[in-house]
C-alpha cells in the first residue's frame, strides 16, 4: 500500500537526488569515475559606471562541460557586443582553468538561437511547442 502525495518538499527533493545520484552511479562506469566531482558555480558580470548589472551570465561546470543557465544583457546595451563578451569570458574561464571542452545551452526561439550560432553553437535539440507556441534550442559548442 502506498500512499501517493503531490507537494513541495525540500528534504524528499534531496533524498531522490541522491538516491538516484548513488542509482546511476552504480549503474555507469563513466559516472562512477565522475563521482567525486561536483557542479561548481561559474558567473561573469558586467557592470555599468555606476555599478548598476549591465549583464551576466551564470553556469556551471561539470565533467568537462560548461552549462550556461542564464546570459542576459540590459536593453540598452544590447548589439554592443557585450553578450559576446560575457559567453567568451565564461568560456575562456570554462578552457583554462577547469578543463571544460565543451558548452550546452538552451534557448528559445524569441531569445537568441541564431547569436549562439554566430558564436559557434550547434542546435542538437529542438523541442516545438515547449511552452506551447515556443520552441526551445538545445545547443552545444566545442571548446577548442
Same mark, same amino acid.
Given at each position: 500500500?502506498? &500512499?501517493?502525495?503531490?507537494?513541495?518538499?525540500?528534504? /524528499?527533493?534531496?533524498? =531522490?537526488?541522491?538516491? #538516484? /545520484?548513488? *542509482?546511476?552511479? +552504480?549503474?555507469?562506469?563513466?559516472? &562512477?569515475?565522475?563521482? %567525486?566531482? $561536483?557542479?561548481?558555480? =561559474?558567473?561573469?558580470? +558586467? @557592470?555599468?559606471?555606476?555599478?548598476? @548589472?549591465?549583464?551576466?551570465?551564470?553556469?556551471?561546470?561539470?565533467? *568537462?562541460?560548461?552549462?550556461? +543557465?542564464?546570459?542576459?544583457?540590459?536593453? $540598452?546595451?544590447?548589439?554592443?557586443?557585450?553578450?559576446?563578451? #560575457?559567453?567568451?569570458?565564461?568560456?575562456? #574561464? +570554462? &578552457?583554462?582553468? &577547469?578543463?571544460?571542452?565543451?558548452? /550546452?545551452?538552451?534557448?528559445?526561439?524569441?531569445? !537568441? %538561437?541564431?547569436?549562439?550560432?554566430?558564436?559557434?553553437?550547434?542546435?542538437?535539440?529542438?523541442?516545438?511547442?515547449?511552452? %506551447?507556441?515556443?520552441?526551445?534550442? *538545445? @545547443?552545444?559548442?566545442?571548446? !577548442?
Amino acid at each position: 500500500m502506498f &500512499r501517493i502525495e503531490a507537494e513541495v518538499d525540500k528534504e /524528499r527533493r534531496e533524498l =531522490l537526488r541522491t538516491r #538516484l /545520484r548513488d *542509482t546511476n552511479t +552504480a549503474a555507469s562506469p563513466a559516472l &562512477r569515475a565522475l563521482r %567525486p566531482e $561536483r557542479e561548481q558555480p =561559474l558567473h561573469v558580470w +558586467a @557592470l555599468d559606471a555606476g555599478d548598476g @548589472l549591465a549583464g551576466g551570465l551564470v553556469g556551471h561546470t561539470w565533467a *568537462t562541460w560548461l552549462h550556461v +543557465a542564464y546570459l542576459w544583457v540590459d536593453e $540598452r546595451h544590447r548589439g554592443s557586443g557585450l553578450g559576446s563578451r #560575457l559567453l567568451a569570458q565564461a568560456e575562456h #574561464l +570554462a &578552457r583554462t582553468e &577547469r578543463a571544460c571542452t565543451r558548452v /550546452r545551452l538552451e534557448t528559445w526561439d524569441f531569445q !537568441a %538561437p541564431d547569436f549562439y550560432r554566430k558564436q559557434g553553437y550547434k542546435v542538437v535539440c529542438t523541442i516545438p511547442d515547449y511552452p %506551447p507556441g515556443i520552441t526551445e534550442y *538545445t @545547443l552545444v559548442k566545442r571548446l !577548442a
